[in-house]
């Protein structure tokens, strides 16, 4: 599965609803990492390929998308992104954990399993 870009109408459909929603509840069915970036950033083009290749090695066990900061300032609102890129990992049922900077994927990986406790296959 391929990095899927969210809008805030697919935000609140498959993360999590803060229209409705006054605690923090997960929708997803897996982990996942969502990636607020701007296209114009350097640091966000070195880590869009790392995460379209963790999609693919950990395709099915943890979901990853991107919020484009510029379109969909809302979401970076709600989230607090001050810079990007910000990297945010939601473990199922814990408080989701912000990661800003670019990550080598060493660590996108060291954080998938301390995080999520998920193993690539």
Known sequence: MAVEHLTKATFKEKIFDFEKEKEWKYKGE????IDFYAD?????KIIAPILEELSKEYCC??????????REQELAGMFNIMSIPAVLFIPL???????????????FKQLIKEIFNVEKK
Do not use: H, R
């Open 40 to 44: 114009w950033c350097g640091p966000c």
């Open 93 to 107: 049922s814990e408080t989701p954990q912000m990661s800003v900077g670019a990550l080598p994927k060493d660590t």
């Open 61 to 70: 066990n943890v979901d990853f998308y991107k919020v484009d900061t510029q």
């Open 30 to 33: 897996n982990p996942c990492i």
